[in-house]
């Protein structure tokens, strides 16, 4: 059975500071994908990332940074500078390669940037 | 392209009332999900389709079916709505790489803008 843990339920920044999301996955399978999805206040699920799990390599997209650590199957994101717009709840999820490919979520943090 | 849409956007329904939810697809994705999401907490899988007349349980399938007839629709169907089924939900279509190719959008799932259901 596959698992992703978000731990932090709710975090709030003020604007400009750094902030870090924690996920914590569990799964047997050896090839696997994970993702990260942002839901504004709107409700629509934005995709941020995915990364397979042959890929360790940390990857930055602007103001996003992604940390994949398959020795703590862990998969963190950080956000450098945060903004307003930053405020939603972030989803963690992961997906086997199988037949099917289905995704399981973690319960998703909230994060709530203030001016 | 469209993507994913569904409809309707929101939806009152009575207790022991049915109702159908669509979905519907315009990128050729043989894969397609149907999730709930409850308030404060994660989606979950309901059902899911590997393709045309193809559709298999997830983890929260009791009270739903689903039909996959064609590629682009993948309809939710509730028979005698609950209030335990007032929820948001969420389709989603993705793709695999071809001849074990792994593409950059490989099974990305691309979602709907979501149902929004109450029973009362």
């Known amino acids: 059975a596959q698992k992703v843990t978000q731990a932090q339920t709710e975090i709030s920044v003020v604007e400009k500071e750094d902030v870090t999301l924690d996920c914590v996955y569990e799964?047997?399978?050896?090839?696997?994908?994970l993702f990260w999805y942002k839901q504004p206040p709107s409700g629509e699920l934005v995709f941020l990332i995915r990364?397979?799990?042959?890929?360790?390599q940390n990857e930055i997209s602007g103001r996003y940074s992604w940390n994949f650590q398959k020795s703590t199957s862990s998969f963190n994101f950080t956000i450098t500078a945060s903004q307003v717009v930053d405020s939603a709840v972030y989803f963690c999820?992961?997906?086997?390669?199988?037949?099917?490919?289905?995704?399981?979520f973690g319960t998703g943090t909230r994060l709530q940037v203030t001016l | 392209n469209a993507g994913v849409t569904q409809t309707p956007k929101f939806r009152i329904l009575k207790i022991g009332q049915s109702m159908t939810l669509q979905c519907t697809q315009d990128?050729?994705?043989?894969?397609m999900y149907w999730y709930r999401q409850d308030p404060g907490m994660g989606l979950k899988l309901i059902y899911y389709?590997?393709?045309?007349?193809?559709?298999d349980k997830g983890e929260v399938p009791n009270g739903y079916n689903v039909s996959r007839s064609t590629t682009e629709d993948f309809p939710l169907r509730l028979e005698l709505a609950a209030p335990s089924q007032t929820s948001v939900y969420f389709c989603?279509?993705?793709?695999?790489?071809?001849?074990?190719?792994?593409?950059?959008?490989?099974?990305?799932?691309?979602f709907g803008p979501g149902t929004r259901l109450t029973v009362t």
């Open positions: 989603a279509s993705s793709t695999k790489g071809t001849s074990g190719r792994d593409t950059p959008r490989s099974y990305e799932q691309y």
């Open positions: 799964t047997r399978d050896t090839t696997y994908y």
């Open positions: 990364r397979n799990s042959f890929d360790e």
């Open positions: 999820a992961l997906s086997n390669t199988g037949t099917a490919s289905k995704l399981t």
């Open positions: 990128m050729n994705h043989n894969y």
């Open positions: 389709s590997v393709g045309a007349g193809i559709t």
